[in-house]
């Protein structure tokens, strides 16, 4: 296997997953395509090369295909040499592995709730996202990134939160990670934020905006 082998990266102008795909080529300086896929009309390309869920992102390397996000940046970690996403000590892998399928696991799930519910039913899901993010406080204190004082794979795993979650706040008009209350989560966002790569690589505000009040409007909407 060559590392120069032609790469190319099926993503989704909206997509937090495929952001981290993004990062991590970006952060080992690998040059790639970038195929914007469009999710109302699946290509070929990426009915091909992800059959199971038909899902971005999707990393072309020569010949093969990485599907789901996770491992697409444990591929790119363990392919490219330079940046290195997940530490040298297996116990502190493991420990970064598990943040990062907590995050999509319990975190994203919790906060995407709290988003789209109302009444009680909001402030439940409120409760339960404040509880999941209270632990990720707890293992960041003390220190810039999770990855230490440099961005690393869990970083890369939760970065959506710098950006998805202050848009549903906009949306919503429901604090879901209050500074004062997190103050270590708040000080990771803007030093995530910071990391010129990563502020020159978010989708459009006012898209993300649009797009995301109008799936809340969705489930809100009487059935």
Not at 22 to 37: N, P, Q
Not at 130 to 143: M, P, T
């Amino acid at each position: 296997m060559s590392n120069s082998e032609q790469v190319k990266l099926l993503t989704g102008w909206s997509s937090p997953y495929a952001l981290r795909a993004v990062w991590a080529l970006k952060l080992k300086g690998v040059e790639y395509e970038t195929i914007v896929e469009d999710p109302a009309k699946k290509s070929p390309l990426l009915l091909r090369h992800n059959p199971v869920h038909k899902k971005v992102p999707v990393l072309i390397h020569g010949d093969r295909a990485v599907a789901e996000s996770l491992v697409i940046l444990e591929y790119v970690d363990e392919t490219w040499t330079g940046y290195a996403f997940l530490p040298d000590h297996p116990y502190q892998r493991a420990a970064a592995r598990f943040l990062a399928k907590f995050g999509d696991d319990q975190v994203f799930p919790s906060v995407w709730n709290a988003f789209v519910k109302e009444g009680t039913e909001q402030e439940a899901a409120l409760a339960q996202s404040r509880s999941h993010l209270k632990f990720l406080e707890e293992h960041l204190k003390g220190r810039r990134f999770f990855g230490g004082d440099k961005i690393g794979f869990t970083d890369l795993a939760l970065g959506w939160m710098a950006n998805i979650i202050s848009i549903f706040e906009e949306i919503s008009q429901v604090e879901m990670l209050d500074p004062e209350t997190f103050p270590s989560l708040a000080a990771w966002i803007q030093n995530f934020k910071e990391v010129p790569l990563i502020g020159e690589s978010w989708p459009p505000r006012d898209r993300m905006v649009a797009k995301f009040k109008a799936l809340r409007e969705q489930y809100i909407a009487p059935k």
